[in-house]
């Protein structure tokens, strides 16, 4: 059986150190690999061209672009959430003077229509919301 000799032990000792190197190696490799998976257009590109095009010198900062643009992004969606609250929000009244329930989808207000007139045998027809993206009901 073999002992564990002197270069045995150090090189057990070594490759346990270089753990985290070899972590924080992938972690690097990680963000090309993500940059390539997600920009089709980089895909056949080298970590340097990469930087390149990014106008970076390095991985630092590289990532410091990409949280930047993941910020920008946040922003652009938040924005854009917002945009469609106020979409929601619709004005159409109804002969009774109500605010007319807006259905968000052709299929939403087809199905309402459907279960009201087979519960309460009231037949109902759909419109596009003039100014809105949404449906109405009326009456037929
Ligand atoms: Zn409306």
């Keep these: ?7 045995n032990k150090h090189f057990m000792n070594l490759k346990k150190s ?4 070899k972590k924080d190696l992938l972690g690097r490799e ?4 993500t940059i390539r998976q997600v920009y089709s257009h980089l895909s056949e590109l ?4 990469i930087l390149d ?3 970076v010198k390095n991985l630092k900062e590289l ?3 990409i949280e930047h643009i993941k910020h920008i992004l946040q922003q652009e969606i938040e924005n854009y959430k917002e945009e469609l609250e ?6 159409c009244i109804d002969s009774k003077g109500e605010f007319k329930y807006l259905y968000t989808t052709k299929k939403e207000v087809e199905k309402q229509i459907a279960h009201i007139q087979k519960t309460k045998y009231i037949k109902l027809d759909f419109y ?3 100014y809105h993206c949404g449906w109405h009901m009326h009456r037929l």
């Design 1 to 7: 059986m073999l002992q564990p000799t002197k270069t």
């Design 46 to 49: 080298t970590n340097r061209e």
């Design 53 to 55: 095009y990014y106008h």
């Design 30 to 33: 990680k963000a090309f690999i």
């Design 86 to 91: 106020k979409i929601d929000t619709c004005f």
């Design 63 to 65: 990532k410091a672009h």
């Design 128 to 130: 596009a919301c003039p």
């Design 18 to 21: 270089l753990k985290p190197i």
